[in-house]
């Protein structure tokens, strides 16, 4: 894991904490619409269904909200900045949590559970207590942080399994998520010489090299945030987003594709 860097990006928690909300009632209106056999249909996220992708969109917040329901941990394990990168080693975990919460559930009735149940533990919650997650004590104000992230990016990953359902993005969700995962290639690629755009969320330098102090710099990438989310997270790889120019690159260090993903 790469070292975490002192964060220096704020996040407000009362717009994070809307965002969040936001993001969960937009796919809990999308999960109610969708038809057992569109809830059959095949994902990109191995042998998921879209019932499993949907019954895991349900316990990202259904996390937090047990969480919330433990005793205060003693002690901050888990920076913002290390979270990216621990991911990957819960898979294994998520996914077997992930098959037992679908396996026979009533959507509609988790989604409910899960909204009623994190309304009522947010609402006189601290931003600076600390929550137990997979990977030792965070704030609630970083591990929310870490929610719009997730609730994101399964967004997408919703909207690609549905053809023509079109779950909308909270604005607030979607920036977080975007400066999180460019922060994230940034504390994993340490330097300067090369500038990452992800309009209008993100810009962060990176790659050690000679450091550029004025104009225009010599090795610049810029991407959409919805691509930039998908290289990030192994969703596209970088050769497939450059054909279909849906990234551009500049300068011999612009290349990211040995940097990519950054999140499992």
Same mark, same amino acid.
């Given at each position: ?16 904490r ?5 993001q ?25 269904? @879209? ?5 895991? &969109?349900? #316990?990202?917040?259904?996390? %937090?909200?047990? $969480? =919330?329901?433990?005793?205060e +941990?003693?002690?901050h ?11 990957v ?25 899960t ?51 079109? @779950? ?5 969700? &979607?920036? #977080?998520?975007?400066?999180? %995962?460019?922060? $994230? =290639?940034?504390?994993?690629? +340490? ?74």
């Amino acid at each position: 894991m790469p070292p975490a860097k002192k964060r220096t990006r704020a996040y407000d928690p009362a717009k994070t904490r809307t965002a969040v909300l936001a993001q969960f009632g937009h796919v809990r209106e999308a999960v109610r619409t969708l038809t057992p056999e569109q809830l059959a249909r095949p994902t990109r996220l191995g042998a998921w269904t @879209v019932r499993e992708l949907a019954a895991h &969109l349900a #316990a990202v917040l259904g996390t %937090l909200h047990r $969480a =919330l329901d433990q005793a205060e +941990p003693g002690r901050h394990e888990v920076p913002l900045m290390d979270w990216p990168f621990a991911t990957v080693t819960a898979a294994a975990r998520v996914d077997e949590d992930t098959r037992a919460a679908a396996d026979g559930a009533d959507l509609d009735e988790l989604f409910a559970r899960t909204a009623a149940g994190i309304g009522a533990s947010l609402q006189d919650a601290p931003d600076t207590r600390l929550v137990p997650s997979r990977f030792g004590a965070m704030t609630l104000a970083d591990f929310l942080v870490t929610r719009a992230v997730e609730l994101v990016v399964h967004t997408d990953d919703l909207n690609d399994a549905v053809p023509g359902l079109d @779950v909308p993005y909270d604005r607030k969700a &979607l920036g #977080a998520c975007v400066r999180l %995962l460019a922060d $994230a =290639l940034a504390v994993k690629a +340490p330097g300067a010489s090369t500038e990452v755009r992800i309009p209008p969320y993100a810009v962060v330098q990176c790659v050690a090299g000679p450091r550029h102090t004025r104009g225009t710099p010599p090795n610049v990438v810029e991407t959409d945030p919805l691509t930039w989310i998908r290289l990030a997270t192994g969703r596209t790889d970088w050769a497939s987003a450059l054909d279909v120019a849906r990234v551009s690159a500049s300068g011999e260090r612009a290349d990211l594709s040995g940097l990519l993903p950054i999140m499992g």
